[in-house]
């Protein structure tokens, strides 16, 4: 690249957010501009500071009334699109599976980058976004069937190798998740309770869960719930 680009990244967790910066700013083409997240200063951030990329942390926490509240991550790429639409996004986070990947990228990102993945594929990312190319890490190529052809333009979505939940049990998890009990969930799906109990279990092992709040707390991680 013969020029530098702008670049923010925003993180809650300091440690983090510092380690990488100083990683990318030994990159001459990268300008790393700090920012001590605030969602109510990030639009005049963004156009004080001339920002082109944002990498941005899937799961931001922020204080308020001094207790720790979860900010979707996904809401908030949402919105600097909305607000800027010429920001290239890259998604960063620790649940590196197919089901995040493919949010960031309906929501207008150009890049998921796990938090597994070294700095390098960071480095990577935005040399790709600047192209105006996306870019998928290692850790999501491995588990996807279709990275080639998704990076080229040919498949709309990421295809795991193997999804984690069936069409049907994904129904049926949604309907457990709303506090529908086997006979109601039987009477909607019109199924029998013996097939809801079926695939019922069939959750429990495939999550490795051992009660409906970790199943549905699996669930919400991995985003897999049927939008």
């Known amino acids: 690249m ?13 440690v983090v957010k510092e380690g990488v910066n ?11 501009f700090d920012f001590d997240f605030d969602v109510n200063k990030l ?17 931001l926490q922020i204080i308020k009334d ?29 649940y590196d599976d197919v089901a995040s ?15 597994k993945s ?3 594929e960071l480095v990577n990312a935005i040399k790709e976004v600047c192209e105006n190319r996306l870019y998928v890490c290692e850790e999501i190529i491995k588990k996807t069937k279709n990275a ?6 040919d498949d709309d979505t990421l295809k795991s190798i193997s999804e984690t939940f069936t069409k049907a049990e994904k129904s049926i998890l949604e309907k457990i998740a709303k506090g529908f009990s086997t006979k109601q969930i039987a009477q909607q799906l019109c199924i029998s309770e013996k097939t809801v109990e079926t695939h019922r279990k069939n959750l429990f092992i495939k999550a490795e869960v051992k009660n409906v709040a970790e199943l549905i707390a ?10």
Do not use: W
């Not at 100083?22 to 790393?32: A, M």
């Not at 639009?43 to 001339?50: K, R």
């Not at 001094?66 to 890259?90: D, Q, R, S, V, Y």
């Open 148 to 153: 080639s052809r998704f990076i080229n333009g």
């Open 218 to 227: 699996f669930a919400y991680s991995r985003r897999i719930f049927i939008d």
């Open 43 to 59: 639009a005049g951030f963004i156009t004080q500071n001339n920002i082109e990329v944002i990498i941005l942390d899937l799961q």
């Open 118 to 120: 070294g700095h390098m």
């Open 101 to 115: 990947a493919n949010k960031i990228f309906e929501l207008g990102g150009m890049s998921f980058v796990s938090k």
């Open 22 to 32: 100083y990683l990318l700013s030994q990159y001459p083409f990268i300008k790393i």
């Open 66 to 94: 001094n207790e720790k509240k979860g900010l979707n991550g996904f809401e908030l790429c949402e919105f600097i699109k909305a607000k800027f639409p010429h920001i290239k996004i890259i998604g960063h986070s620790m």
């Open 2 to 14: 013969n020029s530098k680009v702008n670049v923010a990244y925003i993180e809650d967790q300091k």
